[in-house]
């Protein structure tokens, strides 16, 4: 059961949302991600001074 907003985040990979047009489903969808980019600064925040962080990517990092 999820009690707090940011628990979504954490245990959902794949969200699909099915609906007619204007009930909300590109809000819920950019509140999630906002929601996504601050637990990830908050990370990178706790790690910055005392432990090292790794980030990896497949995009090409030339463009």
């Given at each position: 059961m999820i009690?707090?907003?940011?628990?979504?985040?954490?245990?959902i990979e794949n969200i699909l949302?099915?609906?007619s047009p204007g009930v909300g489903k590109t809000h819920l969808a950019t509140?999630?991600?906002?929601?996504?980019?601050?637990?990830?600064?908050?990370?990178?925040?706790?790690?910055?001074k005392t432990r090292s962080t790794i980030i990896t990517t497949n995009k090409n990092l030339s463009k």
């Open positions: 009690q707090y907003p940011h628990q979504i985040v954490l245990f949302y099915i609906g509140a999630i991600g906002i929601e996504a980019a601050n637990l990830f600064f908050q990370l990178i925040s706790l790690r910055y």
